[in-house]
């Protein structure tokens, strides 16, 4: 018979060995990957978390446009590589694919990406040191953005990624509100708090269930779902991360049904490759970009009794074949087999999701070597707008 402390121990080791969701290893391992996770980053949080101590709610109506068909209460923002026609100015935008036009109005995309990275800061530090400072002043962020009357953000996406002379919004503005994931990820975490209102709680998970409810039923959203490339996987990740914020079953079943039959078969090729990514212009960024979605699916979507990180399709494919296969590159972008992205190739790689959670669901030491020596705070807008995740911590579980 074990002893009670023996049984206590066991059951401790199960519970961290839940933390990723992934139960690929046993509980030791993913145990000592966690410790070397959190003491690799807790500098890096306590310093963000001082950053946002000293920021106030920047929210959509702090700036608006006048291209924008919507309120001062709707998101807007324009597609990245669409140009004014040189030969006819005031002829409707040209596309320039993977060439950003520096001059399109990009201040709401830009404030929720400021807006994720306070909550996800603030959030990760409470998880750390159990200080109730940082759960008070995320919720006036929270508050602002959700609640505020004067001050927050339709639950809907009808304005973004608008093309001057073409369209007011389009399905795929759908991918700018992978920003909001480690806003939902972060109210998970500090919920709970002594200094979290449960009717402010309640309000922002009203929020998100409207935004479901958007996103699963207007015609933007059910273009974006049956997106074939990044668009597709951003669209389940973000259904995925907010419907567990709000309990919604139904559509985390339908995601891990999405991911295992559309989504790994489909835009994985039996190298590990993602061939809609690689024929882009940015094709290196692409594809970190789309593992990172991936992933993320898989640890949002992991659980004792369906396992994202082990699941393979009969011909072999599986997350941990698409990392396999985009590692070497990462280690060592020299060996990338394609011409450089025609924008940003210096910026990339960063300390990228899919290293640290595939390090730590498949005890891989030399990923998390690479994590650990990569860019944990990346500045370029290009690489914050590609880079949803930037808090570990607050996804471990």
Known sequence: MMRKSAVRLFIVSIGVAAF???????PV???????QIVRELEKHVMKQARWAMKQQPVTVTTHTSTRSAGTKHDFFSEGDYWWPDTANPQRPYIQRDGLTNPDNFVAHRLAMIRFSRVVGALASAYKLTGNEKYV???FLHLNAWFIDSTTYMTPSLLYA?????????RGIGIIDTIHLMEVAQGLRVMEKAKSADP??????????????????THPYGREEMEAKNNHGTCWAMQVASFARLTGNEQLLTFCRDRYKTVLLPGQMAVNGSFPQELRRTKPYGYSLF?????VMLCQILSDRHDNLWTYQTPDGRSIRHGITYLYPYVADKSKWP???????????PVAHPFLVFGAAAFDRTNWLATWKALEHDPQGEEVLRNLPIRNPIIWME
């Open 20 to 26: 990723l969701g992934g139960w690929a290893n046993p």
């Open 29 to 35: 391992q993913q145990e000592a990957v966690r410790k």
């Open 136 to 138: 008070r002043h995320a």
């Open 161 to 169: 990624q608008a093309i001057k002379g073409r369209a007011t919004g």
């Open 199 to 216: 009717n402010q709680v309640a309000a922002i998970r009203r929020w998100f269930a409207d935004y479901l409810t958007w996103l699963t």
């Open 290 to 294: 789309n593992l990172d979605a991936m």
């Open 338 to 348: 394609l011409k450089p992205d025609v924008m940003y190739w210096n910026d990339w």
